[in-house]
């Protein structure tokens, strides 16, 4: 593991209000600079050098560890603001950026999920995690999916928020809430058909495009996809996404068969969780995952879309503390 010195600036909002300052975070330099320098941690070896953030828990040093794993064009702020400190006052908290995210490197390949599965791995080794809970956000959740497959004796849980699954995208054209969406797309002459098995996916990336241009008036349509885009750095996520898509094989690999058959899920081990927005594209999947896991729990949010984790954090922490009550 390698550590790099980094000056973060202004954006330093990253002081959770539940944690104290995180590892790695300098005051005494912060002192004399009125800006906050960062030892910022990475786990680096032969595949692929990834960054990561760890919370200690408050109450307990030795209390179990939960790693997250957030999606695509996102990176580990997704869950830090928010959830995380909630789930640091009684577990230790892992947030690592995937691979081509945040400021993990960005290799021209290996972004299938099943590949993606074994940097979680490296990343639990060089830490010295043995078994830990994993709780994952959309694409995310795939790498989670296949983790939890490839190492069943490192996973205590596994949470799934929102995952969409390939055996599942053939039934983009059922999605309830496609229509209304649909027409808004249209209106705002957006080419983009919901029925696309990879709407989300070209939606995303729609959304970053008009972050980077500018375009209000078409921001409405893809709001409730701009989330990983917003904020102040915003466009410079945006401008990481489109990066990575234009330099890498990401976008082909993301684009093909995940891997997940059913007869794969109907193997799973591990304790699942399986929390869905009831207006999200991917709500197909996660009736799959309950129909096909064998410990598995669904819960469905209601009236929420694909990025309720974020916009609804609460939800799914007493999701999953419910769900964590009944493994015991």
Not at 1 to 29: D, F, H, N, T
Not at 118 to 133: C, E, P, S
Not at 141 to 162: C, K, M, N, S, Y
Request: charged fraction near 25%; charge should be neutral.
């Amino acid at each position: 593991m390698k550590y790099r010195w980094i000056q973060v600036g202004s954006a330093v909002i990253l002081k959770p209000p539940a944690i104290q300052i995180p590892m790695g975070a300098r005051p005494e330099v912060a002192r004399k600079s009125r800006k906050w320098s960062w030892y910022v941690p990475f786990m680096d070896n032969e595949e692929c050098s990834l960054h990561y953030v760890q919370l200690p828990c408050e109450n307990d040093p030795q209390a179990e560890h939960i790693v997250m794993v957030h999606g695509l064009a996102a990176n580990l702020a997704f869950w830090y603001f928010q959830l995380a400190p909630e789930l640091a006052r009684d577990y230790n908290v892992t947030l690592y950026d995937l691979r081509g995210h945040g400021r993990s490197k960005r290799p021209e390949l290996g972004y299938a999920p099943s590949v993606m599965a074994g940097d979680l791995r490296n990343l639990l080794d060089a830490l010295g995690m043995d078994r830990v809970h994993v709780i994952a956000h959309s694409f995310g959740g795939q790498v989670a999916l296949h983790f939890a497959r490839q190492f069943p004796e490192r996973v205590r849980t596994l949470t799934i928020a929102d995952t969409h699954l390939s055996s599942e995208r053939q039934n983009a054209a059922r999605w309830e809430n496609g229509e209304k969406l649909q027409l808004l797309l249209d209106q705002r002459g957006l080419e983009l058909d919901t029925a696309d098995p990879f709407f989300g996916y070209r939606m995303l990336t729609e959304a970053a495009r008009i972050q980077l241009a500018g375009e209000d008036e078409r921001t409405e349509a893809v709001s409730d996809w701009g989330q990983p885009f917003q904020g102040k750095a915003g466009k410079r996520s945006a401008r990481q996404w489109l990066q990575l898509l234009e330099s890498t094989t990401a976008g082909r690999e993301i684009m093909e068969d995940d891997g997940l058959s059913d007869s794969l899920l109907a193997e799973l081990q591990a304790p699942t969780l399986a929390v869905y927005g009831e207006n999200s594209h991917a709500l197909g999947s996660g009736k799959r995952l309950a129909r096909l896991v064998p410990r598995v729990e669904f819960v469905v949010v209601p009236q929420a879309g694909h990025f309720f984790p974020a916009s609804r954090p609460k939800v799914l922490y007493n999701a999953w503390s419910d769900f964590l009550r009944g493994t015991r």
